[in-house]
């Protein structure tokens, strides 16, 4: 399971339409558009007696939290854009809205860790994940496509709890089911 920002689909179709005629100009296995989102805690295992203290502790912390204004720009590459494995776009926020995302980061952890589902030990670096590559490649010229690239502005009023399931044969794509929204404020 994850805690995520699911962008709303209007923003989801702008950066859609930036990326669709590009698609078949890199060896990426991209992002289906309705599975992206901005992870704020990654749960590996989520054992079943957890998840209802989880989504009551997801529910208070988010209760905490007041909305804010994002939208999608910019974009990066991890490790780099000399030997990128997956490829992102970046978030657009203001000081007090990227505080107000950090804080209900940190919160979804919190909540994860009081539920006994503790969340991956990377640090929250808010991104959209594009595109995933098989072996290191230099992407360069998609980081800067995507530097240039600003979507429409929206609200974010809530967090959702995703639930991710492997797919089948021989590609095994993961399958995202939200499971709960839990609205800021």
């Known amino acids: 399971m994850f805690v995520a920002v699911l962008p709303p689909d209007g923003a989801v ?6 990326l669709e005629p ?33 989504v009551e502790g997801l529910a208070a912390a988010a209760a905490r939290r007041t909305p804010f204004e994002a939208r999608i720009a910019g974009g990066g590459a991890f490790p780099d854009p000399a030997r990128a494995k997956v490829l992102w776009a970046g978030l657009d926020l203001g000081v007090a809205a990227r505080d107000e995302l950090e804080r209900v980061a940190v919160g979804a952890r919190a909540a994860a860790n009081h539920a006994g589902a503790a969340p991956d030990g990377q640090r929250f670096r808010p991104h959209v994940t594009l595109a995933r590559l098989g072996r290191p490649q230099e992407v360069s010229r998609w980081v800067r496509l995507l530097d240039a690239y600003a979507g429409p502005t929206w609200t974010v009023d809530r967090i959702g709890l995703v639930a991710s399931h492997l797919g089948e044969g021989p590609r095994r794509r993961p399958r995202h089911e939200l499971a709960v929204e839990l609205p800021l404020g």
């Open 13 to 18: 179709e702008h950066l859609v339409e930036l």
């Open 22 to 54: 590009r698609r078949e100009h890199g060896a990426f296995r991209w992002t289906s558009p309705e599975q992206l989102h901005v992870t704020l805690a990654f749960l590996a295992d989520v054992p079943d007696h957890a998840l209802d203290a989880l």
